[in-house]
């Protein structure tokens, strides 16, 4: 079971270039959402879906996008990098909203820096 | 609008003596809490939660926290930390009705056990 897995873990872009960080789940969870954390910032929310086709904005979208085309994966995109933008970026999922609170299991996270 | 405040960002302690990391919570209707913990270099994963019944819960590994609704606070202890208790505690709050997906992360406190 190998949980929350993201890709890749590492990664240095330039500014204006684009990129896709992957995100996938095999525990058939209904919720995936993106997180950004900053140091002294916490986590923030950027982009959520709970369930397949629909996606929502948290806190932080701007600059990101997302899509949900199945369960198992929900891809972040950059579309133009931004140096703003470097950060640890961490998956996370969860059974909302089947099961009532929204305990969420978190990739190992991927590490961005924009140059 | 719910907010978490961690009011200490660092809390150096030496092995086997008790630690406390405090953390309260602003929210307008009853609340899910929780404790998450982040491991050098990994992501965050569930420590403990509350989510409804006795004000105490603990975790396998010896910390436990006290839900106090008066006080607003959901401050995590353990008698006697570990070197491995080394990490970032998160506290997070969500709603505990309607679309209670959102959580809200405080911005941690970094936990440095000495030998």
């Known amino acids: 079971n190998a949980g929350v897995t993201q890709t890749p873990k590492f990664q240095v872009l330039k500014t204006g270039q684009s990129m896709t960080l992957q995100c996938a789940q095999d525990m058939n969870h209904e919720y995936m959402s993106w997180y950004r954390q900053d140091p002294g910032m916490g986590l923030r929310l950027i982009h959520y879906s709970v369930g397949a086709g629909i996606t929502d904005q948290g806190e932080v979208p701007n600059g990101y996008n997302v899509s949900r085309s199945t369960t198992e994966d929900f891809p972040l995109r950059l579309l133009s990098a931004a140096p703003s933008q470097t950060s640890v970026y961490f998956c996370?999922?969860?059974?909302?909203?089947?099961?009532?609170?929204?305990?969420?299991?978190f990739g190992a996270g991927s590490r961005l820096t924009v140059l | 609008a719910q907010s978490v405040t961690q009011l200490d960002s660092q809390v150096p302690v030496f092995e086997e003596a008790p630690v406390e990391l405090r953390c309260n919570y602003s929210?307008?209707?009853?609340?899910?809490l929780f404790w998450y913990v982040q491991y050098p270099n990994q992501g965050l994963q569930l420590l403990l939660k509350y989510l409804s019944g006795s004000t105490l819960v603990e975790s396998i590994n010896g910390f436990e926290a006290e839900f106090n609704k008066s006080q607003t606070s959901f401050h995590l202890r353990k008698p006697s930390v570990h070197i491995s208790d080394t990490a970032e505690y998160f506290c997070a709050v969500s709603n505990s009705g309607g679309s209670n997906y959102k959580l809200t992360f405080g911005k941690g406190t970094l936990l440095t056990v000495n030998p």
């Open positions: 929210s307008s209707v009853s609340v899910y």
């Open positions: 996370a999922s969860s059974y909302y909203p089947s099961s009532g609170a929204n305990v969420l299991t």
